[in-house]
């Protein structure tokens, strides 16, 4: 969660992880409004609009809330709750949106009354507009979003975050069941909270270490799970369940481009670095996580540079270890085609008018054929 410094009558709660910008948004309302001021000291708006014509009524709403007085004096909080007007979509891109959006930052901006708070909660809003640019200098904006599952290093955030939740709970993470757990549960963070209770509640007060067994018997399959089991199938060569998962993922609304960058594409990476370190550094494949561990770290700078890397610098070892046993199915010479064919598969997805699945399962096929 990121926080901007400013004003103390704007409060705007922004991101793409709902269920913490809700618990949060509604944590600064009920600190804001008494119960006793909550009839007359406060209104809620409604921010959900479906089309551009609904969006500026929401937003006319609002501006007329915030420019009404409270009627017994005092302070008078505005709500605008759970809004979309200001997405990047065609609603939030519709010149009267835009215009009523601007009338809406001028007033906050200049005009709100001192005992008049502005409550916004939006988990879709466009950052690179001007309302979200003046909102940020004028109002305290907290951010919230998940982590980019097409990013590197997304799942060292979503570590951290599990961390300190086990934390809470008196739990340690082994480091096979942390990475795997990771894997399964995605960025979803109402989702790991839910898996965190759980082991909570299945662990005694005697055994508060999670181990990698406990992880695979409690922790249900997500979307990201499903990604997860769409690498694994690609590693093991697996053509029908890789194509049962892409059918799974496409039916959920994943996007192809999605699958392709936040299952495909590090897939073939993870096995390509792999079998690199195999076949020219004689890094084979272990049981023993940590002596893989080891026998990577005594690699000099030069030989581990294009590794995935931690946030802290440190090298990321558990996704290429658990890729080391894998790679045994394919040549080094196949994983470099492959990776070239994830980029023209990238690249048609982008330009070409043919069908996002045939593509994508055209690019499996291609990347498993022997």
């Not at 959900?48 to 006319?60: D, F, P």
């Not at 959006?101 to 001028?106: D, F, K, R, V, Y």
């Not at 540079?305 to 890729?323: E, H």
């Not at 199915?329 to 982008?350: I, M, P, Y």
């Amino acid at each position: 969660m990121a926080r901007s410094k400013s004003s103390g009558n704007i409060h705007a709660f922004v991101g793409t992880d709902e269920a913490g910008l809700k618990e949060a948004a509604l944590k600064c309302f009920n600190a804001l409004v008494p119960e006793e001021d909550a009839e007359f000291g406060a209104e809620v708006i409604d921010g959900v609009a479906e089309n551009a014509e609904s969006a500026v009524k929401v937003i006319t709403q609002t501006l007329s809330a915030l420019q009404t007085l409270p009627f017994f004096g005092g302070q008078k909080v505005v709500w605008m709750k759970s809004s979309n007007v200001f997405a990047d979509s065609q609603t939030g891109k519709a010149a009267s949106v835009l215009d009523a959006s601007e009338a809406l930052i001028q007033f906050i901006s200049d005009n709100l009354p001192e005992d008049i708070i502005f409550v916004l909660s939006a988990p879709s809003i466009d950052k690179r507009r001007s309302f979200y640019k003046k909102l940020v200098k004028v109002g305290n904006v907290e951010v919230f979003d998940k982590p980019d599952m097409t990013r590197d290093g997304w799942q060292d955030q979503v570590k951290s975050h599990v961390r300190n939740l086990a934390k809470n709970k008196d739990l340690q993470f082994d480091e096979d069941a942390l990475e795997h757990f990771v894997m399964l549960a995605g960025t979803d963070f109402t989702q790991i909270n839910n898996e965190i209770e759980k082991i909570d509640l299945f662990l005694s007060q005697d055994q508060r270490v999670v181990a990698l067994e406990h992880v695979l018997n409690q922790v249900a399959l997500t979307r990201s799970g499903v990604v997860f089991e769409l690498g694994n199938s690609i590693a093991k060569k697996d053509l029908s369940s890789a194509l049962r998962n892409i059918d799974h993922l496409l039916y959920q609304g994943e996007s192809a481009i999605g699958i392709l960058l936040a299952a495909v594409v590090p897939t073939i990476r993870r096995l390509l670095i792999a079998k690199n370190l195999s076949v020219k550094h004689g890094i084979k494949s272990s049981r023993n996580y940590r002596s893989y561990e080891t026998a990577l770290s005594r690699l000099g700078k030069a030989e581990t540079a294009y590794l995935p890397r931690k946030k802290d610098g440190g090298l990321s070892v558990y996704p290429i270890f658990l890729a080391a046993s894998e790679c045994r199915n394919f040549s080094l010479s196949k994983l470099q085609e492959s990776l070239s064919e994830c980029l023209s598969a990238n690249r048609a997805l982008v330009t070409s008018a043919l069908d996002h699945r045939v593509i994508l399962e055209r690019l499996v096929i291609r990347v498993l054929a022997t």
